[in-house]
Structures are given as C-alpha cells and as structure tokens.
C-alpha cells in the first residue's frame, strides 16, 4: 500500500522526522483559505501516488492565497502519468540550501534492510546510481538489529550534511529505521531531506510503501488519516475492470499480452519474453481452475489493450482443465472476436483433449483461427515465448 506524500509525512510527525506544518486541501477555494492562514509564500504539491511532480509540473509556488488560488485551479486540471490530481498538499516553501537523498528499504537477495544514503538529492535515485554511484552510500542493517548511534553518524558524515547537524542527520536516519520496521514497510523514503537556509533538516517529500499484507497490525493508521486501499483511485481502467471481473491484473509498459494460468507461470512467462528481447503489456492470474467465461475475460482484456501486439498464451494444467481453458478460448473468439496474433501452448491435465477442442473448431471455421498458433506438449515453451516476441515485432513494425 502506497502512503500519499501527506500520509506519509502523518507518519513520520509521529517518530520525530521533521517536517513543515502542512495542509491538505482539495478545491481552489480551500487552498485559497488554508493560505490565508499560513505562513507564505507556499509550496502546492499534487498528491498522487507517483514519483517525479517536479518534473510534470505538479509541484509549484504562490507568493499568496490569491495567486494559491489560481495555481491550485491548474494543478487540480493535471494528470501525473495518468494519475488525476485530486487533492494538494501546501506547505511554508522552505528555502533550500542543500538537498540529500534518504531511504530505507528491503534487500530481498540478502534478507536485510538496507539504508541508502546520497549527497546528490532531489533528483532520481535511479539516476544517481547509473550516473553517480560512488556518490551513494549504503547501510545493511538486519531485522532485528538496531543501527549504532555511530554508524548513523558516520551515514550522515559520509551524505555531506555539515558537522553540526551531524547529531539531528544521525537522528532521522534512526528514526526513519525504527518507522520502517514498526509501520512493516517496504519503502520509506525522504528524497529530498532538505538543509535549509537557516540551518534546518527538513523531510520536504515522503514516499511510504506498506506492506499490504501487514496493515492489520496498525489499526492506528486510521487515527493518522491514512486511508486503507486507496490504491483503487490509483488503478488504471483496464485494472479496475478486471478487479470487477475477479482476476489479478496489473499493467505493464511493454507490448505483448500475458495470458498465462497461474501467477507462477505467469512471472516464469514474463521472464521467458524478456529472454528473447519481449516486453510484456500486463501480468495477470487466472486463479486456480478458472471457468471458461473466466478465461473469455481475460482474453477480452488482452484484446482491448491498445499497447498489446501479440498474445502469448501458456497453460500448465494443473488443477485448471485443458479442456475448459479450450473452451474458454472459444467463447472469446465467438462473442468478441481476436484482433491481434496469438501464440499458446498446453501442457498438464487434459491438454490432448484442449488441443482436440481447438482442431475440431478450426476445421469448423478456419478464418477464426487465422492469427492463432496454437501448440501441445511438443512444442517447449521456450519456442512459444520466442514466437510472441516475433510477432510483436511483426506487428509493431
Ligand atoms: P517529486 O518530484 O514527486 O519527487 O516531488 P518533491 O516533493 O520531491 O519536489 C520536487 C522538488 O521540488 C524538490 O526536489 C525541490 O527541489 C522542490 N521543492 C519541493 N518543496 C520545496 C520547497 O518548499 N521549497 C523549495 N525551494 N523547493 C521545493
Ligand atoms: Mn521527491
């Protein structure tokens, strides 16, 4: 679960990371009335669950409520990588000195946490790591350690934050450590931490990612206003749909359309294409023993994807029927119909009589199937996967 930059920043009030008094508002007129009452000029920030404001525009300045006022009319019109602005954070703009980088997150190969340190902030992370790697630190620290005070210290010496605020430097990565393992996150991170003009560590942004999974040991968040599943307001439309229909979907920036059986085969397929130069368009699950109206869903959702350009099907049979992901297949292509090229492959339980199923109704309509290639066990996945990629290719050129 994603924490909105004015959830996050309810967080870390609460273990002492400093940041500006901050107001949330969500018309014009409430941002017109929340700067009437603070400190100017202000900072308005888009709240919306994704990085890089700055760059889209998101983030802007008003030297008073009237100017607060038009400048919120602009940013509540704007889309951040099609996310709608729906609410703004304002703060007292804060005078900036110097910006750093700090986030904690989960090594997932070593088991560890790992503390990330910079000098070079308030630009991507990523960018710095390509581009500045000597100028990252990092910190591994194990889940039931606590990190030194001196260790801490020299985290701070080492990000450049100047001798005399090494103590309050040292105090927020501690304390950023300590929400992190008690909130059961997998994410914190203050990028930029802020070294004001008059001398001031400041958290300016907060990037806060939950583990869904453990939000019910923090009943608590409530009393914070962090609102539970609001990632719902973030999904795009084809992933709201499928949550309607029941299936786990998600997607991606790549072209090929992931239409596997389970989650395993899925993230085994994903890897598979981008083996042989694929990029996938979406991942997706059909659940354990999906019924074919199921599969004609997920299929629909391929199909309807403008960013998909080939279909690459794999069904392992396990408790889920050949024979009714057959079916399935079948009852898409008569009540919606397969506008793009489509390769699969059956293996596992009943997968002679899937393929018999297919056969059958080729010869029954062979134009149906002109842009489907479909396979048994014969056939190694690998081929499959080799094949998608071609006709992607294909098909985008
Ligand atoms: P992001 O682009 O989504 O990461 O949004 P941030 O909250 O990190 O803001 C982007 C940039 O805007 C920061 O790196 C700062 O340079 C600038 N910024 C944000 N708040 C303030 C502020 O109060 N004062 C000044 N001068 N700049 C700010
Ligand atoms: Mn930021």
Known sequence: MRL???EGKELFKKFKIPVMEARVASTPDEVYKAVSEMNIPVVLKSQVLTGGRGKAGGIKFAEGANEARTVAEELLKLEIKGYPVEKILIEPKVAIKQEYYLGVTIDRAKYKLVIIASGDGGVDIEETAEKNPDKIVKKEVSINEDLYTFDALLLAKQMGIPQEL?????????????MFKKYDAKLAEINPLVLTADGQLIAADARVSLDDDATFRHPDLADLNVEHRHEEGEMTPREKQATEWGIPY??????????????????????FVHHFGGKPANFMDSGGGPSPERIAKMLVLLDENPNVKAIFGARFGGISRCDDFAKGVLIFLNEHGLSKPMVFRMTGNMWQEGVRIFEEAKKENPAMFEHIEFHGIETPIEEIAKRAVELAEEAGA
């Open 4 to 6: 909105y930059e004015f």
């Open 166 to 178: 090494a103590k309050e430097g040292a105090a927020i990565i501690v304390r950023l450590l300590t």
């Open 250 to 271: 998600l997607d991606l920036d790549g072209n090929i359309g992931m239409f596997p059986g389970g989650a395993g085969f899925g993230i085994m397929g994903n890897d």
